[in-house]
């Protein structure tokens, strides 16, 4: 997790994230209000015995999206660490060299695979917004969109080992959904998707079909659920191996019971307030935290 130096609304990502809203609000008691979020959401972690890495954005330059940086990086238990070409100017300061050094010297990082260069050919796949990996049937699912390039997901896929599950998804305007995670969380045993936003057929069976081949439970939700952010929840596991799915608060909220004891047949659900972060960003828990998969040293 990145602690934000300058969290705020971010104009230049603003017109393929319709998540994103904003407001006529002090900007100095947004990061305020912000960065209390995010200590909140890492008080809660650590409580839970969720192990984490917090690093500290740099003031500058300034990089209102830092605090999303499963966008730029993926860190797998094979030991590759990938980074990844960014849509937006200034989010693509994001990828720092200390950041990675760090990560190689707490864990195992045996290769360093730097896909940012495709930036030059306006080539992006952004991280794990753009591709929900499925890591133990080793699945890749992605939805077009201007954040990501079809052929460079298919190459990223090829390089970690993964099949690649490619669909179209749109929202209730039929512009396309920005990234792949805010419609569809993939947990262990458990699938959340809005389904409505896949529109065609052959794309829904192709992802149905791949869920059921796996065996996963598909917990449907609305267009409604998916704008409130319920799409975008993570499933993680404490030191003692026990299974959490996070999630922000308001994705909770709007979830009906129904739902919630279908995920809780197979994780317990930690609802984090995020409302701040979520309404001037436009994204959510799961954006918040980047993986590791990597053995620690």
């Not at 829904?204 to 998916?226: C, D, P, R, W």
Request: aromatic share 8%; glycine share 6%.
């Amino acid at each position: 997790m990145v602690r934000p130096a300058n969290f705020g609304f971010n104009e230049q990502t603003a017109a393929t994230n319709s998540f994103q809203r904003s407001t006529e609000d002090d900007q100095a008691i947004v990061h305020r209000t912000a960065l209390r979020e995010f200590d909140d959401m890492v008080d809660l972690l650590k409580d839970n015995l969720i192990d984490l890495v917090v690093f500290e954005d740099t003031k500058d330059p300034i990089k209102p999206d830092a605090i999303f940086p499963n966008n730029w990086m993926s860190v797998h238990e094979d030991g590759k660490l990938l980074l990844y070409p960014m849509f937006a100017q200034n989010r693509r300061q994001e990828r720092r060299p200390e950041f990675v050094q760090m990560l190689r010297d707490k864990f195992s990082i045996k290769d360093i695979i730097d896909f940012s260069a495709e930036e030059r050919n306006k080539k992006v796949v952004e991280g794990t917004g753009s591709l929900v990996f499925d890591h133990i049937n080793k699945i890749a699912y992605a939805s077009r969109s201007e954040r990501t390039d079809e052929n460079l997901a298919q190459e990223i896929a090829q390089r970690l080992g993964y099949s690649l599950i490619l669909f179209d998804a749109v929202d209730q305007h039929g512009k396309s959904i920005y990234h792949t995670n805010v419609l569809m969380c993939v947990g262990e045993k458990f699938v959340v998707l809005c389904l409505d936003a896949i529109t065609k057929d052959e794309d829904q069976e192709l992802v149905l079909n791949s869920f059921a081949n796996t065996g996963h439970k598909v917990v449907a939700i609305s267009y409604a659920q998916m704008a409130s952010f319920a799409g975008n929840m993570l499933e993680v596991k404490n030191r003692k191996g026990e299974p959490f799915v996070l999630l922000s608060l308001q994705a909770f909220n709007s979830l009906i019971p129904g739902q919630i004891d279908a995920i809780t047949q197979f994780a317990d659900l930690l609802p984090i307030n995020i409302q701040t972060i979520e309404t001037h960003g436009g994204g959510s828990v799961r954006c918040m935290v980047g993986g590791i998969h990597a053995p620690k040293k």
